[in-house]
């Protein structure tokens, strides 16, 4: 019993994730240019879309527009400013942050399976 108990701190530790890094330009482009992601963001709830490689945003009810710079992805949506995140890249796995804070989550789908 002794050693179980001596054992289990080190498997709780060993699965634990470690944290990933913001994706810089390249990364982001890489990851996200041509595929659709589908998600939760805090604010706005759930959301399917898809980046074309020419900066458009495809969704079944609007349209947008997004770009990366500064190693943040930037979207405009109709005349709203843009909006620019972090972005953390595991996998298929997206987090979306603003000022270090967690904003949204995603998965990323390669090409764009809805046909938007």
């Known amino acids: ?7 289990l701190p080190f498997l709780v530790l060993a699965a ?5 890094e913001p994706a810089d330009n390249e990364a982001i482009r890489q990851a996200l240019s041509g595929h659709t992601v589908e998600g939760e963001m805090a604010l706005t709830g759930p959301y399917v879309e898809y980046y074309d490689a020419d900066g458009s945003i ?3 009810d609007y349209e947008g ?12 949506y109709g005349e709203e400013p ?15 942050l603003k000022d270090g804070q967690e904003n949204g989550r995603g998965t990323i789908v390669p090409g764009n399976p ?3």
């Open 1 to 7: 019993m002794h050693r179980l108990v001596l054992a």
């Open 16 to 20: 634990a994730p470690a944290s990933a």
């Open 58 to 60: 495809r969704s079944r």
């Open 65 to 76: 527009s997004w770009r990366v710079r500064d190693d943040r992805m930037c979207f405009r």
């Open 82 to 96: 843009a909006t620019c995140y972090e972005v953390e890249i595991d996998g298929q796995s997206v987090t979306w």
């Open 114 to 116: 809805n046909g938007f």
